[in-house]
């Protein structure tokens, strides 16, 4: 149970933007005694400073450090609400806030601004050379790091690169959560229909929040302990609120504390990409929406959605989707629902489709997907993929009455226009 725990506290430090730079405070305060204690031992003589010019030195480190912290925030605050209009907002906790170059750059501001005006207060009679130096050296690093970090956050808030980290995390995420590759239909035979109505109902107490991850081991170890069947209702990323059903115990499973099985559950504010494997398609999804809206009319950049799409959802298709049902020992312990094939393919194609089935780019890119998707997944995924093709092909009929375009719609594209495309669909 404490997996969980310690899950929550490494989700919350990994996107706190104050948690490095806070802990840079107690660092500069003992490097500052040490780098004193090494000069009493050193007496080094190497930059020969006076104490007019020592004082000088390390109040323009001051300075420089200050001022680079405080537009380093105001920038990112900007950056922030810029990145979050054009793409979405939930790419601040998944990208923006667990970049380490900010976070570090903002922490040697602070342990450099910090170092520098402790050297300065004991620069009075006697100057301290070594703790001078350090700081000296601390200062042209915060410059390079600030160059370094205005050159890097350009490249952060790049489409191409949120959608890069976002595809990266995803494929992360369905890889821990359906660890195995797939050798067929993923369907097996129900043990659920065995199944009356639960023994006893534990319902979601404290407040209304997100279900962010669940300890499925911890469930499946009290479930063979009582040798009852544990059901968890909701499904991760799922809103549930106060009262809302829980958890469902069947048989010996009603003995369970309750407490046991809320504390296998990690509940936020918001849904993260720690277990939730459709998470990242719905940010992906969400930056395509935004990109082919009106206001922003942009489907090149809703192409580079397109992109990482096909790479999750070849990922996906790829794997072995389990079943809702757990079982240990040929007995049936758990009931955890996860997305199948269908929930995934449902979710790439349906909005973008619907948003973005009169754009050119847009449709012959989807068919590209389609059509590679077919050729590469295990042959029980092609259903569903189908299924997608006939609904592009009745939106392309339907939204393009030129002949040419229609050609042209009917024609996937990996690039969306301008592409090598595959030959053109003979009319009927």
Not at 198 to 217: A, N
């Amino acid at each position: 149970m404490q997996l969980i725990g310690w899950r929550h506290l490494k989700n919350y430090f990994s996107t706190s933007l104050w948690a490095v730079p806070i802990l840079a405070i107690p660092f500069a305060m003992i490097a500052t005694r040490a780098l004193h204690w090494l000069d009493a031992k050193t007496e080094w003589t190497l930059l020969g400073f006076g104490v007019p010019g020592a004082q000088a030195t390390l109040q323009a480190v001051v300075t420089a450090s200050l001022s680079f912290l405080v537009f380093t925030f105001g920038s990112l605050l900007v950056a922030i609400q810029v990145a979050s209009g054009q793409l979405t907002p939930r790419i601040i906790a998944t990208t923006l806030l667990r970049n380490d170059v900010v976070r570090y750059t903002v922490a040697l501001f602070m342990f450099t601004l910090l170092l520098a005006a402790s050297v300065l207060g004991r620069t009075d009679a006697k100057v301290h050379q070594l703790p001078l130096f350090a700081a000296v050296a601390l200062g042209v690093a915060c410059f390079a790091a600030f160059l370094y970090l205005i050159d890097s956050a350009s490249r952060l808030l790049r489409p191409i690169t949120v959608l890069t980290n976002v595809g990266d995390g995803g494929i992360a995420v369905i890889k821990g959560v359906y660890p195995e590759p797939s050798v067929g239909p993923d369907i097996t035979e129900s043990r659920r229909q065995k199944l009356s109505s639960p023994d006893r109902v534990i319902p979601h107490r404290g407040t209304s929040s997100i279900v962010l991850s669940v300890d499925i081991s911890a469930l499946v170890d009290l479930a063979k302990s009582t040798g009852g069947v544990i059901e968890f209702v909701p499904q991760v990323g799922d809103f549930v609120a106060v009262d809302e059903p829980l958890f469902n115990l069947y048989g010996d499973a009603r003995s369970i504390d309750a407490d046991l099985l809320h504390s296998a559950v990690d509940f936020g504010s918001e849904r993260t990409m720690e277990q939730d494997p459709t998470f990242a398609f719905r940010i992906v999804i969400d930056i395509a929406l935004k990109a082919l809206s009106p206001a922003i009319n942009d489907p090149t950049t809703a192409v580079l959605a397109i992109d990482q799409l096909h790479r999750l959802l070849r990922s996906v298709g790829k794997r072995h989707l389990r079943t809702d049902e757990i079982v240990e020992a040929g007995h049936l312990r758990v009931i955890f629902r996860t997305p199948n094939w269908d929930d995934f393919v449902n979710l790439t194609f349906s909005e973008i489709r619907a948003n973005g089935a009169g754009n050119l780019q847009i449709v012959r890119r989807l068919r590209a997907m389609i059509e590679n998707l077919k050729e590469t997944l295990p042959t029980h995924r092609l259903r569903e993929l189908d299924k997608q093709l006939s609904l592009l092909d009745s939106e392309v009929q339907r939204l393009f009455r030129y002949p040419e375009e229609l050609a042209l719609a009917r024609v996937g594209d990996s690039q969306g226009l301008g592409g090598r495309s595959s030959r053109p669909i003979e009319d009927e």
